[in-house]
């Protein structure tokens, strides 16, 4: 899916990833949980290996017990998240592969057990049918980017660059499998696209938001997953006057049903894009009639790549992945006030102490989570965010070797798990199991 990954990459990681949880504060005990005395966060170091600050390290698994197939420059992870199966109450990490998806057990976080993994389909084959930027990309035998999200116990993937569709596994077979790892197949395959970069889901509504596909310009695809195993195609939203090719491509997206300040919009279905050149916010309330209400571009924009809105729908962090190498800043988070969803109002910028690439960041309670590729999972304060500042208040590097401006280290980060683990995609490194000890 993609040539050699740091050359490559500089050109298209802006296609790279990838819905909120309700859970538990940062910090919350795990029972029975056994973190040996060398992977404590000891001094600003877990492991003589990583440095921390407030977050100890519960374990690892490398790429190779994933059942990862590693590109040749060693990329092997992308796109990571979470399931807690409402039956065992076992808590699953579902981790994003060159090639498949992982599927670990964490019942016992630290000695995490690998379930299976499911594969990409058979059918994936030919060229890229991506119409905004990084067109030029010929399909590779395994695709190095995915993305996917769960509802209803359901797992729903798509992958960029490739004729991939969308795989729907039914997540339940993971109970109870005799002698792990298997390899799974999918339960339903989507043609409604080929290629697409990521996809969101609403669960309070059951409707999927798949963006960066090869229909409409990349922008958002709509699905009604409500029937989980028959995905129906459902609407689009696309806004021809955003995206560096003007097709309206969006990069990632949060859906929400609206519960913010802004009373126009008060139980109305919002997504808020990352489409490259602009913050858009839609209303998709309509699927056949979709509407944007506001677009925001911003000083130094690079590519406008992913953002979160807090828990009371009042702001929206946006991360942009080439402002940092492309202005020579150290990494930088967008701060807006979206009290009034017509007017999204940009009101600090913070500049964190590192000048590695931000990926993905995801709120939950009075913290944002964020991946920023070398310089690993941060964890910063919404303490004081309407006077447009946040604080970092912990950290922790899954990729020690620098914290450069290149596209290696934290791909992603799941925050929300009941028992307060976090989970973390290192694109080279493995999977990352946290613990906050704020």
């Given at each position: 899916?993609?040539?050699?990954?740091?050359?490559?990459?500089?050109?298209?990681?802006?296609?790279?990833?990838?819905c909120?949880?309700n859970?538990?504060?940062?910090?919350?005990?795990?029972?029975?949980?056994?973190?040996?005395?060398?992977?404590?966060?000891?001094?600003?170091?877990?492991?003589?290996?990583?440095?921390?600050?407030?977050?100890?390290?519960?374990?690892?698994?490398s790429?190779?017990?994933?059942?990862a197939?590693?590109?040749?420059?060693?990329?092997?992870?992308?796109?990571?998240?979470g399931?807690?199966?409402?039956?065992?109450?076992?808590?699953?990490?579902l981790?994003?592969?060159?090639?498949?998806?992982?599927?670990?057990?964490?019942?016992?976080?630290?000695?995490?057990?690998v379930?299976?993994?499911?594969?990409?389909?058979?059918?994936?084959?030919?060229?890229?049918?991506?119409?905004?930027?990084?067109?030029?990309?010929?399909?590779?035998?395994?695709?190095?980017?995915?993305?996917?999200?769960?509802?209803?116990n359901?797992?729903?993937?798509v992958?960029?660059?490739?004729?991939h569709?969308?795989?729907?596994?039914?997540?339940?077979?993971?109970?109870?499998?005799?002698?792990?790892p298997?390899?799974f197949?999918?339960?339903?395959?989507?043609?409604?696209?080929?290629?697409?970069?990521?996809?969101?889901?609403?669960?309070?509504?059951?409707?999927?938001?798949?963006?960066?596909?090869?229909?409409?310009?990349?922008?958002?695809?709509?699905?009604?997953?409500?029937?989980?195993?028959?995905?129906?195609?459902?609407?689009?939203?696309?806004?021809?006057?955003?995206?560096?090719?003007?097709?309206?491509?969006?990069?990632d997206?949060?859906?929400?049903v609206?519960?913010?300040?802004?009373a126009?919009?008060?139980?109305?279905?919002?997504?808020?894009?990352?489409?490259?050149?602009?913050?858009?916010?839609?209303?998709?309330t309509?699927?056949?009639k979709?509407?944007?209400?506001?677009?925001?571009?911003?000083?130094n924009?690079?590519?406008?790549?992913?953002?979160?809105?807090?828990?009371?729908?009042?702001?929206?962090?946006?991360?942009?992945?080439?402002?940092?190498?492309?202005?020579?800043?150290?990494t930088?988070?967008?701060?807006?006030?979206?009290?009034?969803?017509?007017?999204?109002?940009?009101?600090?910028?913070?500049?964190?102490?590192?000048?590695?690439?931000?990926?993905?960041?995801?709120?939950?309670?009075?913290y944002?989570?964020?991946?920023?590729?070398?310089?690993?999972?941060?964890?910063?304060?919404?303490?004081n965010?309407?006077?447009?500042?946040?604080?970092?208040?912990?950290?922790?590097?899954?990729?020690?070797?620098?914290?450069?401006?290149i596209?290696d280290?934290?791909?992603?980060?799941?925050?929300?798990?009941?028992?307060?683990?976090i989970?973390?995609s290192?694109?080279?490194?493995?999977?990352?199991i946290?613990?906050?000890?704020?």
């Amino acid at each position: 899916m993609k040539l050699p990954f740091y050359s490559l990459w500089f050109i298209v990681a802006i296609l790279v990833v990838g819905c909120s949880d309700n859970s538990t504060n940062v910090g919350d005990p795990i029972d029975a949980i056994d973190i040996p005395a060398e992977l404590e966060c000891v001094d600003g170091l877990s492991n003589d290996r990583y440095g921390c600050n407030n977050i100890d390290l519960v374990a690892t698994v490398s790429p190779e017990n994933l059942l990862a197939e590693p590109l040749d420059d060693g990329q092997a992870l992308n796109d990571i998240w979470g399931w807690t199966d409402p039956e065992t109450g076992t808590e699953y990490a579902l981790v994003g592969l060159v090639g498949g998806v992982a599927f670990v057990d964490l019942s016992t976080p630290s000695e995490p057990q690998v379930v299976g993994k499911l594969e990409e389909p058979e059918s994936v084959s030919g060229t890229s049918g991506k119409t905004g930027r990084g067109a030029e990309l010929m399909h590779e035998e395994k695709s190095s980017w995915r993305d996917f999200k769960v509802y209803q116990n359901y797992l729903y993937v798509v992958s960029d660059a490739q004729p991939h569709g969308m795989q729907v596994f039914d997540l339940s077979r993971l109970r109870g499998v005799e002698n792990p790892p298997v390899i799974f197949e999918e339960d339903y395959h989507y043609k409604g696209f080929e290629n697409a970069h990521n996809i969101a889901i609403n669960k309070e509504t059951g409707y999927g938001y798949v963006g960066g596909s090869d229909t409409y310009g990349g922008g958002l695809h709509i699905v009604d997953l409500r029937n989980p195993l028959e995905p129906q195609f459902a609407g689009f939203h696309s806004d021809s006057t955003v995206g560096f090719d003007s097709t309206g491509y969006v990069h990632d997206t949060q859906c929400v049903v609206y519960d913010g300040p802004d009373a126009d919009y008060q139980g109305d279905e919002i997504c808020m894009n990352s489409s490259e050149t602009h913050l858009v916010i839609a209303n998709v309330t309509d699927k056949e009639k979709t509407e944007t209400i506001a677009k925001s571009d911003y000083q130094n924009n690079g590519y406008a790549h992913q953002g979160w809105l807090t828990e009371d729908h009042r702001y929206f962090l946006l991360d942009d992945e080439f402002d940092e190498a492309q202005n020579g800043i150290n990494t930088q988070t967008y701060i807006w006030d979206v009290q009034d969803l017509d007017n999204p109002e940009l009101i600090g910028v913070h500049e964190a102490n590192t000048p590695s690439i931000d990926h993905n960041q995801y709120i939950k309670g009075n913290y944002t989570y964020q991946a920023n590729y070398t310089a690993g999972l941060r964890i910063l304060s919404l303490e004081n965010i309407e006077d447009g500042e946040l604080e970092e208040v912990a950290y922790f590097d899954t990729f020690p070797d620098n914290d450069n401006k290149i596209f290696d280290g934290a791909w992603s980060n799941y925050p929300f798990f009941e028992s307060g683990i976090i989970i973390v995609s290192d694109i080279t490194n493995g999977l990352f199991i946290l613990h906050p000890t704020l």
